[in-house]
């Protein structure tokens, strides 16, 4: 399939969904025909029908990591919400050769959201979730600073660690002449994003400027063992666990202990102390369990957290959002419960 023949295709699926986000929900189920998971929660029928194409297309895990991130480009493109022009929008210059992008959508900001995009430390960039931070900027009300970290197999683990702390570095320095508080700044991000930023939080625990905020979706927490749901789907076309060995090979090299808290944050020894957490799971996620058990988690050990259980998406909702009004409810609930738990933080 050529480039040209793919963005038709995604293009078609697009209009579609599009269309049938207008239909009525028992029509559009009928249509879809959307499936249960086990715990008996139905997948969002917009969801349901873009599953099925992507089921009938190519797999970008059959391919070198240059071509599957043309290809995941190209989805991105076709599915990214298309959003209203924000207050500022600058690219910025960190050391190391690293770049950010800072977007604010009103004159004023009540924090700044430090961001890791998704794509298993293999794929994406800050353009490819351009849609998604600027969603996030206008219904957090936070400033979003999406980093451009490195990615593998050309920078493998630890370097995608060792970006973030560069970046938690420029915030904390820049953030005063953003007009914007450093005890004020969150971090987050979604997939392996958010396995950066949870990583993250807990590397900056004793420093003296902390993450007010963990802000994380679907998070890949656990590299060291299984889970449930990494069984029951298996084979989403979201996220297979096809993908899931792909995306592990391409960023661990070899003869690295998987359960280094440094990978896999859920093995930490220690979760206390660590910033109050918003942590979003969907319900046909094949990294919902891991994401579930480190909430349960920090929560046992006294972090305050809020777990937001998206029962109708799958993996990767985030950048669904143009075509999937579920999934932009959730993503819309995801930034304003930010905006709750930092607010709750400042006025305490």
């Keep these: 399939m050529t480039a040209h023949e793919l963005t038709t295709s995604q293009k078609l699926i697009r209009s579609l969904a599009i269309l049938l986000g207008k239909?009525?929900?028992?029509?559009?189920?009928l249509v879809a025909g959307a499936p249960t998971n086990r715990a008996g929660a139905r997948m969002a029928p917009e969801i349901a029908l873009l599953m099925t194409a992507t089921a009938a297309g190519p797999d970008y895990s059959d391919h070198d990591p240059a071509r599957a991130r043309a290809m995941t480009d190209a989805d991105?493109?076709?599915?990214?919400?298309?959003?209203?022009?924000?207050?500022?929008?600058?690219?910025?210059?960190?050391?190391?050769?690293?770049?950010?992008?800072?977007?604010?959508?009103?004159?004023?900001?009540?924090?700044?959201?430090?961001?890791?995009?998704?794509?298993?430390f293999v794929l994406g960039s800050r353009a490819s979730y351009d849609a998604p931070a600027r969603l996030l900027a206008i219904h957090s009300g936070l400033d979003v600073l999406s980093v451009e970290y490195r990615l593998a197999p050309e920078h493998p683990f630890p370097a995608p660690i060792e970006d973030a702390l560069v970046a938690w570095d420029f915030a904390v320095e820049?953030?005063?002449?953003?007009?914007?508080?450093?005890?004020?700044?969150?971090?987050?991000?979604?997939?392996?994003?958010?396995?950066?930023?949870?990583?993250?939080?807990?590397?900056?625990?004793?420093?003296?400027?902390r993450p007010a905020v963990q802000a994380l979706l679907y998070p890949?927490?656990?590299f060291s063992t299984s889970y449930e749901s990494h069984t029951e789907f298996a084979d989403s076309p979201?996220?297979?666990?096809?993908?899931?060995?792909?995306?592990?090979?391409?960023?661990?090299?070899?003869?690295?202990?998987?359960?280094?808290?440094?990978?896999s944050p859920m093995r930490a020894d220690d979760l206390s102390g660590l910033p109050p957490a918003v942590i979003a799971v969907a319900g046909f996620?094949?990294?919902?369990?891991?994401?579930?058990?480190?909430?349960?988690?920090?929560?046992?050990?006294?972090?305050?957290?809020?777990?937001?259980?998206?029962?109708r998406l799958v993996h990767g909702y985030v950048s669904f959002t143009a075509i999937s009004p579920t999934s932009r409810e959730a993503t819309v609930r995801f930034a304003e419960t930010i905006a709750d738990v930092m607010e709750a933080i400042q006025v305490g």
């Design 23 to 29: 239909t009525p929900p028992a029509l559009l189920n």
């Design 76 to 120: 991105t493109a076709t599915f990214a919400e298309k959003c209203p022009p924000l207050h500022l929008v600058e690219e910025l210059e960190l050391s190391g050769g690293l770049t950010a992008t800072r977007y604010r959508a009103s004159a004023t900001s009540t924090g700044l959201l430090v961001y890791f995009h998704g794509g298993g």
């Design 174 to 209: 820049r953030a005063p002449g953003w007009d914007i508080d450093p005890t004020c700044i969150a971090v987050g991000g979604d997939s392996a994003g958010a396995n950066i930023a949870t990583v993250l939080a807990q590397q900056l625990r004793g420093r003296a400027v």
């Design 220 to 222: 890949a927490t656990d």
């Design 238 to 263: 979201a996220l297979s666990a096809k993908q899931i060995a792909w995306f592990r090979d391409n960023y661990i090299p070899a003869g690295i202990d998987r359960a280094d808290p440094r990978l």
């Design 285 to 311: 996620d094949p990294l919902r369990d891991e994401a579930t058990a480190y909430a349960n988690r920090l929560a046992d050990e006294g972090v305050p957290t809020r777990l937001l259980r998206e029962e």
